[in-house]
């Protein structure tokens, strides 16, 4: 029984995120950004000038997906990337004003689906699904972090990475 419960959370869970993802995707079907840019943006948006490297560490994502969506960013207009002056091997990214545009209309379009998401929900239902999203973050955070740390322990000594 509670193995069917736990299953069913995690096929309701993929389900709230794939028609979260729908919804994105025709919201901001004339942007000319992907919805997994959305977190680089907002990063960006916040920070003003940050090195592709703080983005990567920030978001728990490679430095390499970072900087294959900055560099599709910087085709479309949304951001700017410059070498650093003291350290050329570092890329440091800022919004332009498209950027700041898009930034600024998805936040809306996130909101809009977050007002139909919660449609009906009652304050304190609100609140408690704040507590339990931000308790399984916490536990996913410890998880990972141990992950990283097994794979540390398990990877060969390798030369130290350029800095983005």
């Known amino acids: 029984m509670f193995l069917q419960k736990f299953v069913r959370l995690l096929d309701l869970d993929r389900k709230s995120h794939t028609l979260y993802q729908s919804c994105v995707f025709q ?3 004339g942007e000319e950004l992907h919805p997994s840019q959305l977190p680089i ?3 960006i948006a916040q920070t003003g000038r940050i090195s592709q490297g703080q983005i990567a560490q920030i ?3 490679s430095r390499a997906a ?3 969506s900055a560099k599709r960013m910087e085709k479309a207009g949304l951001v700017r990337r410059e070498k650093e002056r003291e350290d050329q091997r570092r890329t440091m990214v800022s919004l332009t004003p498209k950027g700041s545009g898009a930034a600024h209309r998805a ?3 996130q909101e809009s689906i977050l007002a139909r998401r919660l449609a009906g929900f009652t304050q ?3 609140l408690a699904l704040l507590e ?3 308790r399984m973050n916490h536990n996913l955070e410890g998880y990972r972090r141990e992950l990283e740390q097994r794979q540390e322990a398990a990877a060969p000594v390798r030369k130290k990475e350029a800095v983005c």
Do not use: D, K, P
Request: with cysteine.
């Open 66 to 68: 970072v900087a294959v």
């Open 59 to 61: 978001l728990g994502v």
């Open 132 to 134: 339990f999203y931000e």
């Open 107 to 109: 936040r809306a379009c």
């Open 27 to 29: 919201l901001l079907a």
């Open 41 to 43: 943006l907002w990063t």
């Open 124 to 126: 304190e239902e609100i």
